[in-house]
């Protein structure tokens, strides 16, 4: 079946990076775009980013400077990395398949980051 | 950017009871939009694409319509499972902006 699985750190000191791994199963990334979307505590999700299935990749323009989205099709991995994290980075970041082109439909169980010295 | 505004932010409702939540784009996004369900502790879940079709596995008492920009989401007779917060999203371009959310309880 379809999984999507979040790793990486829980606690990351302002202005360092933020590095996630997002390990999928059950779907080839080579046939699915997979985005990464992040969500502050009680507000909306906001769409970070996307490695497309063909390798190119698509960023939020909020974010394009700081954000970094790769791949290892061979490990079924998607990466990301944002750096120069402020306190407003703080909230829960997760990895989503994406369905019909434009929407998600499987979302890894996410994991919290909480940006603080 | 495409601004996503939902309506009401909170809801009180009680079981069996049908209530509509709103989405209203800041421009046409021609149908290309999803809603969502999030229970607390929990991933969002696709409920709706393309503004009305029930993704696989959603119980037919979700329903959506619209077109251009406004959107609604409709729960016929409410089950307790259906509490939770609800958010719409435009799927036509980047960045794939969400609504704030609409939080469903129990009256």
């Known amino acids: 079946q379809v999984q999507l699985k979040e790793s990486g750190p829980g606690l990351v000191q302002p202005s360092e990076t933020l590095s996630l791994t997002c390990t999928v199963s059950g779907f080839s990334l080579t046939s699915y775009s997979v985005s990464w979307v992040r969500q502050p505590s009680g507000k909306g999700p906001e769409w970070m980013g996307r490695?497309?299935?063909?390798?190119?990749?698509a960023y939020n323009s909020a974010l394009k400077s700081r954000l970094s989205i790769s791949r290892d099709t061979s490990k079924n991995q998607v990466f990301l990395k944002m750096n120069s994290l402020q306190t407003d980075d703080t909230g829960t970041y997760y990895c989503?398949?994406?369905?019909?082109?434009?929407?998600?439909?499987?979302w890894g169980q996410g994991v919290m980051v909480t940006v603080s010295s | 950017d495409i601004q996503m505004t939902q309506s009401p932010a909170s809801l009180s409702a009680s079981l069996g009871e049908t209530v509509t939540i709103e989405c209203l784009a800041s421009e046409d996004i021609y149908d290309i939009l999803a809603w969502y369900q999030q229970k607390p502790g929990k991933s969002p879940q696709l409920l709706i694409y393309d503004a009305s079709s029930l993704h696989t596995g959603v119980p037919s008492r979700f329903s959506g319509s619209g077109s251009g920009t406004q959107y609604s989401l409709k729960i016929n007779s409410l089950q307790p499972e259906d509490f939770a917060s609800y958010y719409c999203?435009?799927?036509?371009?980047?960045?794939?902006?969400f609504g704030a959310g609409t939080k469903l309880e129990l009256k």
């Open positions: 989503t398949r994406v369905y019909n082109n434009y929407y998600f439909d499987y």
């Open positions: 490695m497309w299935y063909d390798g190119d990749t």
């Open positions: 999203q435009n799927g036509l371009s980047a960045p794939n902006t």
